[in-house]
């Protein structure tokens, strides 16, 4: 079957860094998104990976191996206003997306 | 504001009620799509809509009923529910393609309590 694992839940600090972790088994890959999800409101894009490598966006940055079925999603600078689910999701061979349940990060002060 | 709208935001119905839950997108998209979303679980589809033609129904129960009118609105209609179908129900439209790079943009979702 296919299956993304992420981790449920993790604590981090205002103004340190935090790593969220993908690991996915699809069949086929054909990209991996990060959606952000802030209690109560709609999911919202922040990134798209379908080569190797890290991609950076501001504070944000995502990297992928596609040989590894790994991703991860980095926060630099964390504000408290980037308490929010995560949401991994790939696309797998028929272009159909497979989501992760999500990591709920919280930022303390 | 994400192009996509959803109504109503909150809605609490008995088990032999029928309610509608719809969904505008005015992103020009041309597929549109139903998403459950329950807690600590991933996203489940429900149904897709290309072109207005619906493209996958994954065993979801008749009890849940799309209608896609046209390439902007979207419903799910609602009977005799169950109070396990309590639940974020998520309404989403992307540009659809063999374009693996598509993104997909959400509604901010209607809350479905059944008592």
């Known amino acids: 079957g296919q299956n993304i694992d992420q981790p449920t839940e993790m604590t981090a600090t205002e103004g340190a860094i935090v790593q969220i972790n993908c690991t996915y088994q699809?069949?086929?890959?054909?990209?991996l998104f990060w959606y952000q999800q802030h209690a109560g409101e709609a999911p919202t894009f922040l990134s798209y990976?379908?080569l190797d490598g890290l991609e950076e966006k501001g504070r944000f940055s995502s990297f992928l191996s596609r040989s590894k079925g790994y991703s991860y999603l980095l926060l630099k600078e964390l504000q408290m206003k980037d308490s929010a689910s995560y949401l991994c999701?790939?696309?797998?061979?028929?272009?159909?997306?497979?989501w992760g349940a999500g990591t709920k990060l919280i930022i303390k002060p | 504001e994400t192009g996509v709208t959803q109504t109503p935001r909150h809605l609490v119905m008995g088990m032999t009620n029928k309610k509608s839950l719809k969904c505008e997108q005015h992103?020009?998209?041309?597929?549109m799509y139903w998403y459950k979303q329950s807690a600590k679980k991933p996203l489940e589809l429900m149904f897709v809509?290309?072109?207005?033609?619906?493209?996958e129904n994954n065993s979801v129960p008749s009890r849940f009923s799309p209608e896609c009118p046209n390439s902007s609105h979207l419903f799910l209609h609602l009977h005799t529910l169950q109070p396990e179908d309590s639940a974020l129900y998520l309404c989403?439209?992307?540009?659809?393609?063999?374009?693996?790079?598509?993104?997909?943009?959400f509604g901010e979702g209607s809350w479905l309590t059944v008592v």
């Open positions: 989403a439209s992307s540009q659809d393609g063999q374009d693996s790079g598509n993104t997909i943009y």
């Open positions: 992103l020009g998209h041309n597929a």
């Open positions: 809509y290309s072109l207005e033609e619906r493209v």
């Open positions: 699809t069949s086929g890959f054909n990209g």
């Open positions: 990976n379908v």
């Open positions: 999701a790939v696309r797998d061979s028929n272009y159909q997306l497979i």
